[in-house]
């Protein structure tokens, strides 16, 4: 079955970077599409950046376009998400998707913090 598992979450200072790591394991997502999404406290679970299979097309929210960079190794089965110019308001757990057969795919989540 597979699994996924974020890493690469941390304390970061504002204006900091940070890369994200999704590996999954139990089957291969190199078929599948992709996303990151995030849950701040108190707030809903919002999508952050998808990518396709081969990562030809790529979305973000407008709160991280040309900050974020999603991007895909599948001979690795790995997913990241390279963020720079971090700022308070991406704190927040990270989490990593896919959709197969109509079923949604999680990760636990990493937890990212934005703060001097």
């Known amino acids: 079955q597979l699994r996924l598992v974020e890493s690469g979450g941390g304390l970061v200072q504002p204006g900091g970077s940070l890369r994200l790591s999704c590996a999954a394991t139990?089957?291969?997502?190199?078929?599948?599409?992709v996303a990151w999404f995030r849950q701040a406290p108190g707030k809903e679970r919002e999508g952050v950046s998808c990518a396709t299979t081969r990562s030809d097309v790529t979305n973000y929210a407008d709160s991280v376009k040309g900050r974020f960079t999603i991007s895909r190794d599948n001979a690795k089965n790995m997913v990241y998400l390279q963020m720079h110019n971090l700022k308070p308001e991406d704190t927040a757990v990270y989490y990593c998707?896919?959709?197969?057969?109509?079923?949604?795919?999680w990760g636990k989540g990493t937890l990212v913090t934005v703060s001097s």
């Open positions: 139990g089957s291969s997502l190199d078929r599948y599409a």
């Open positions: 998707n896919t959709i197969r057969y109509g079923i949604n795919y």
